[in-house]
């Protein structure tokens, strides 16, 4: 794509006003003026959505919310006004620029490949829906994937109606691009959070893609320029909707900071850890630990699109498995794995992970090493 001239950018707040039907707000002035954005209740939060706008691609990065999120986030802060005490809620936003930035890259990568269908990504893998348009009504049909090869993008036919995946505990990360009817511009946009099944349930690529973008047409810049309204959530076939039973996961936070191989503060913040009870490390034998970034990391503008968290996940996902190794003892774990193989894993075991895994401590990593921070130091301060 063409080098642009003119970059804006903007962030909207969705939420409820008076318990009612959730709405989108523009709070680009907080961010710009790096004022905390008031809440009237912690739980009328429902999501944040950054937009980045250029010649070619508009980038939208939407994060939804659960309650439990929201109450996470949201500092509740009391100060004396007129003698009185006064309550307020407050939220820090940040505009999500790395995720807009891949966002960008990935549109670039894919205009040459991209007609007037929807590029879905799930994961590691691009699937290709056809959509039907009917006066803003949207309906949505897979008919194949693309691959990544070393010469570009191969496309190939899916045989089957439809593609089943299990909901994570973590939530859905799914990326969407689509060319605008209306202007000469890619949309792209990624939504993190959870749809309407429950974590460990089955949805499919479809399902999810429509839920994913209705998600983000009350949004009034992206409902104009893809020229829908709605689009239509196909239903779940008997068969598919059953619930399956889930691998139980325990998910927890870890405080980090990253620095690139030359010491240079990339990013700090929190990444989510995930330990998989149903299976083993088919290579250590131990707990199967998978880490993910989560929109969670401020990352250093100078480095954006230098280095990005792939880099750092082999390192921090080896890493907390060494310390939460380490809190059990080399004999729990040898225990715990043998039941994970056999499928026995019992609840004792699981609370000794639970209370392992509780309070992780900071750690500091470039792409080749990490080591454990009892406290996360001051941006801009390198890793001793």
Known sequence: ???????????????????DVPVFVDATRYVKQDLPYPLSAKKSLKATCGVRTDHEVVAFSLRSYTSRQAEREVENVEAEVGGKVVSQNLLHLRMPRKTLHGLNETASELSAVLGDEVIAELGETMYVLKLTRADGEGELKLVGRLDRTETGYVRSEIDEADVEFELPISGVRLRIFLRSPIRDRILAYSFGGYLT????????????????????????????????VNIDVPALSPEAGRQRKPSERITFD???????????????????AEIDLGSIDPVTGGLQIT????????????????VGFQAYEQVFAETVASVVHAALGADKVRDIAYDIMLSELKPEAVADIRTATSGFPGLAANPVQAEVRSAQPAPGVPAA
Do not use: Q
């Not at 880490?291 to 230098?306: F, I, K, T, Y």
């Open 254 to 272: 870890v405080p980090v900071m990253l620095f690139t191989e030359d010491n240079v503060p990339a990013a700090r913040g929190h990444i989510t």
């Open 1 to 19: 794509m063409a080098p642009t001239t003119h970059v804006k950018e903007e962030l909207y707040v969705r939420r409820l006003f008076n318990n």
């Open 291 to 306: 880490v993910s970034e989560d929109d969670r990391l401020e990352w250093n503008p100078a480095v954006a699109g230098l």
């Open 197 to 228: 099944r429950k974590p460990g349930e089955v949805e499919t690529v479809t399902r999810a893609t429509a839920l994913t973008l209705n998600s983000v047409l009350g949004l009034s810049t992206f409902r104009l320029l893809s020229g829908l």
